[in-house]
């Protein structure tokens, strides 16, 4: 009985990814948005639920994935074709449709090395994605379509690329390097200089990416 406890934050996850697609197709982009963040709470507590009853398990972490599939690859695909992406036509469908399929590759992979790889992820974790597609939507910035569509593109490649990005539980043999999160920080005050200070919502999200994508290149030059 106590694994209904997790298994229902995760389907929590999945029901706030359904209702972000329903949002998203009646034009409350913001609301769908949020939805999204909705999705990361669930996500986040299922597992610590799991692990403090003690009953964490096959079922729950398929179940988990399932769910992440729907909420931070397919949910957020729709939010950001329909707030940006749908400008560019059909090509617009491409990006979308690439960061997607993505993540399903990337939860298939994260699933199948989860014995293998330990103290980092292996390309982005897909709830940083579609989080951060979530809070450019509620920062209300409005970039480029075609700068929205290489950045798209650009998050898709991450997730199923081999940049280590921390998981923070202190057992990573990477090195953490300070100097590649003052770079992070300094690029992210640059783009919200640069497109506005509502960007500040995504800086999490994205300076995690950068800050992956930094901290990989200099372990990479160190050995």
């Not at 729907?70 to 707030?83: Q, R």
């Not at 992979?109 to 939507?137: D, Q, S």
């Not at 991450?158 to 770079?183: E, Q």
Request: glycine share 12%.
């Amino acid at each position: 009985m106590k694994s209904l406890i997790p298994n229902a934050f995760t389907s929590g996850n999945l029901g706030f990814g359904v209702l972000s697609i329903i949002l998203t197709a009646q034009g409350d982009l913001k609301l769908a948005a949020f939805c999204i963040l909705g999705s990361l709470f669930c996500d986040a507590m299922d597992g610590r639920s799991a692990r403090a009853l003690g009953v964490s398990g096959e079922f729950g972490k398929e179940l988990d994935s399932l769910a992440d599939v729907v909420s931070f690859g397919t949910a957020s695909a729709f939010l950001i074709y329909t707030a940006a992406l749908h400008e560019l036509g059909w090509i617009g469908v491409i990006p979308a449709i690439f960061y997607a399929v993505c993540g399903g590759l990337r939860l298939a992979r994260f699933n199948l090395n989860t014995t293998v790889v330990h103290g980092y992820f292996m390309g982005m974790p897909i709830p940083n994605g579609g989080c951060l597609i979530a809070t450019y939507v509620i920062s209300g910035v409005h970039l480029p379509a075609a700068l929205i569509a290489v950045l798209v593109f650009l998050v898709g490649y991450d997730l199923v690329s081999k940049v280590h990005h921390p998981d923070f539980k202190g057992k990573s043999a990477d090195v953490l390097h300070k100097s590649a999160l003052v770079i992070a920080v300094v690029l992210g005050m640059a783009a919200m200089y640069t497109a506005g200070w509502q960007l500040v919502f995504c800086m999490p999200f994205a300076l995690y990416i950068v800050f992956g994508l930094i901290n990989t290149s200099m372990n990479g030059f160190a050995k």
